[in-house]
């Protein structure tokens, strides 16, 4: 199985920070994708931020300029650094990761239970 563990959200002020992690462990051949999405109160899931195997980042328009998608590969990590955070930024941030098991396998898609971040005004 593979598992991915998201940390750093909370509670911040408008205009501020936070750093999301996100852990993936288990068997992991390697690590195409890795992406964080978002869900707001009675709003559908959205994409936020997507680096591919290459390194390539993209980007919402609505986070561009002040979200920045990272990875660490040995580590098996993404990151999200958050800057300028708005009230709109609130929502459960979860991780997604495209997975290759094993050498001769496909990939497969594997979410994270996902993080709260809240941001006051």
């Known amino acids: 199985q593979v598992q991915l563990v998201e940390s750093g959200g909370g509670l911040v002020q408008a205009g501020g920070s936070l750093r999301l992690s996100c852990a993936a462990s288990g068997i992991i051949y390697r690590i195409n994708d890795m992406g964080w999405y978002r869900q707001a109160p009675g709003k559908q899931r959205e994409l936020v931020a997507v680096i591919s195997g290459g390194g390539s980042t993209n980007y919402a328009d609505s986070v561009k300029g002040r979200f920045t998608i990272s990875k660490d590969n040995a580590k098996k990590t993404a990151y999200l650094q958050m800057n300028s955070l708005k009230p709109e930024d609130t929502a459960v941030y979860y991780c997604?990761?495209?997975?290759?098991?094993?050498?001769?396998?496909?990939?497969?898609?594997?979410w994270g239970l996902g993080t709260q971040v809240t941001v006051s005004s």
């Open positions: 997604n990761a495209d997975v290759k098991r094993t050498l001769y396998g496909g990939s497969s898609p594997y």
